[in-house]
């Protein structure tokens, strides 16, 4: 196995272990921590195509509520937009740190601008 493969499917374990996050700030800090190292990673091998599948994998972690507020606050800038089938839509040049930075405003009470 490749080691960019390798670490795709270390991103895809964390996010089956944190799976329907909530808005718990203490267990979202960690799989955030969890996440960026892994993420660092991979970016590594093409950030400019990673940007995507790394949004897509860490919204896909939150709970579908929270899933919708965070679309609801984001469309509004056109960023990120998901779908029916809760797969996330993202411009190519999107960098997948501001999705989280905007999570973690969300989780701590602060309008998303």
């Known amino acids: 196995m490749s080691e960019e ?8 374990k964390l996010t089956c272990k944190y ?3 909530l808005l718990l700030k203490d267990y979202l800090l960690t799989f955030k921590k969890h996440f960026m190292h892994i993420a660092q990673k991979y970016l590594k091998f093409s950030a400019v195509t990673r940007n995507k599948d790394l949004v897509e994998l860490f919204v ?3 709970n579908t509520i929270f ?3 965070l679309n609801s606050r984001l469309s509004l800038l056109e ?15 999107y960098n997948f740190e501001y ?5 973690m405003e ?3 009470g602060k309008t998303i601008a």
């Not at 493969?5 to 895809?12: E, F, V």
């Not at 999705?99 to 999570?103: F, R, T």
């Open 5 to 12: 493969q390798d670490t795709i499917d270390q991103l895809r």
């Open 79 to 93: 960023k990120v937009k998901i779908d029916k089938f809760r797969r996330s839509r993202v411009k190519d040049s």
């Open 19 to 21: 799976q329907n996050i």
């Open 99 to 103: 999705v989280i930075q905007k999570v």
């Open 67 to 69: 899933q919708d507020t």
């Open 106 to 108: 969300l989780v701590s």
């Open 60 to 62: 896909k972690s939150l």
